[in-house]
Each structure stands twice: as C-alpha cells, then as structure tokens.
C-alpha cells in the first residue's frame, strides 16, 4: 500500500503583504467617478475659476501683497457650495456692515488631475453675480483613511467689495483669452464702446483687442461672433484668422501655424474638419520654421469632423 504524501501545514510570512482588497486604485477611481457624476450632474453647482498668473502680477518686494494681480482665463468648475448667508456687523468707527461668506467644498482629485488647477488662497470665484476671494483652505477628509490620499478641499470665500475686482479681458479674443486683469485701459481695434447698454452682437477677429468694455447693471450680450473661413489644399494662417474651416471632400489639405515670434502670446486657433472626409483626407498642421507643436513640427487631423485648438507661447503652439 503506497504511503501518503506529508502536507506542510505550518504558515510561512510572505515576503511582500498581499494587494489590499477594498482601499487599493481600483477603489479609489471608483471613488472618483461616483463624485465627478454625483457633483457635476445631480447635486453640484457651477462656479468660475479666477487663477491668479503669478508670474505676470506686481506683488511688493518686502511684504508680498498683490498691487496689480493678473488673472489668467477663467476656467469653469462644479463643486458644493455652502451659503452661509449676508450677516450684519457693527464697526464702531463706520456703522453697520454686511458680510458675506460661502464655503466652497472641491473634488480635489477631478481638479488636479483632470483640469490642472490647484486651489490657492487669494484667487477669486464667481458665484452666481458675486465675486469671492478665497481666504482659508483646509483638506479635511482622507480616502480610506490613507493620509496620502486626500480627496476635498474646502475653501472659506468673502465676497469682495465693489470695484476690488473686475475683471476685464484684454487678451487677442473674447472669451478664449490667456490672461484677464483687474484693471483695463485702451480700445478695442476699431470699436470703443464707453456707454452702458445692451450689445447685441460682437465680432472678434484675430488680433484685435478689447481693452475697455464695462457690462453693468442690465447690460448683456446675446451674441459673440469670431470670423470663420472654409479651406481646402494649402492655406497659411493670417492673422485675422480665428476658426479655420477645413473642406476635405476633395484633396488633403496643408495648413501653416503663424510665427510665434510674430503673434500676439496667448492667441487662440482653432481647425477643424467641416465636410467630415478627414478620415480620407488628412489634415496636415505645420509649424513655423522653428516653432514646434507641443514639441513637433506637424500634426495630422484624419479622423472624421476632427478638431484641434492651439494657443500660442513664448515656447511655441501648443494643444489645448
């Protein structure tokens, strides 16, 4: 009779511990997701994003206030807001005043990673039509428990008195600027408005400028306009040029970006394929002899209704 094989019960440490099951990556993308969807289309509230450009703002040498801050591009974002309401306070020198604060609760991860924006003291906010300037931060709440893995950021705003910012843009176009600032002055290219009312329609073409436009009370726009143009075969930018229209029905196209050297930084282009034929007929973007496209000399557009926007910098175009 064949004898049986000893079994080694006897439990041996590994040398590693074992993948955790319930607080790993997987976990924490699921986490995610479940709050992008939860804050961006059921329960959250938009605000607008004033990021401070800190490389272009005069701060004082010695205590490093801001004199002259500049804004880059407002930037669109969902979020929890808490309003705690206008409260009445009695200054003993000025009489009675009001305050009015909002707690601004953020998905830290959806900020960070998926639009590139970290939250500062000292930016502002737009809620609804009041301006706010975030004066405390906290990041209360741990994913899991995980101290390396902090998932809220919640910033204490004070809305600003009137005239401490007003933002106006004054970079080539309008919206899709690079830069806004709290203080504006000159005139657009052929168009100086300078009376309150009601602009039914405005055109910004290429590097044109609008320095001076002040909206107040119940002034509105029901239209912004950018000149568009439809190409097909070779074609160079010009610089009146803002949304280039391509047809690719027929033959491949070659387009040409502008110098840098000679275009107005933080300039806005867009391309894209109208007829749909892309797929058929590429689309080809060239650089400028020595500029580059985050890094290349050519893109190519070939998939059908294809799109492309690109921003100019010091370093040359670049992919939004």
Known sequence: MPRKKKVDTQWVQPANPPPPLFTGEKERNLVKQVNDELIERVIGQQVLYFPIDVERSNFHPLYGEGMDKTFYSPVRIYALVKFNGDITKNEDSFGLDKETTIEVHFHKKRLTEDQNLFVREGDFLLYG?????????????????????????????????????????????VPATRETTSTSSGSSSGYNPTSIGLFSHLIVEGNSTLNNLTVNGNSSFSAISYKTILVSGTYNIVSTDYIIGVDTSTITTSITLPPCTLTTLGRFLTIKDETGD???????????????????TLLILDSEHVAASFYCTSTGWHIV
């Open 129 to 173: 039509d009041r301006y706010y300037e975030i004066t405390e931060l906290s990041e209360p709440k741990q994913l899991f428990g995980q101290i390396e893995n902090k998932f809220e950021i919640v910033a204490k705003c004070y809305r600003v008195r009137e005239g401490t910012f007003n933002p106006q843009f004054t970079a080539n176009t």
């Open 278 to 296: 892309a797929e058929i007929n590429p689309i080809y973007v060239s650089a400028s002899v020595g500029d580059t496209i985050d890094g290349d």
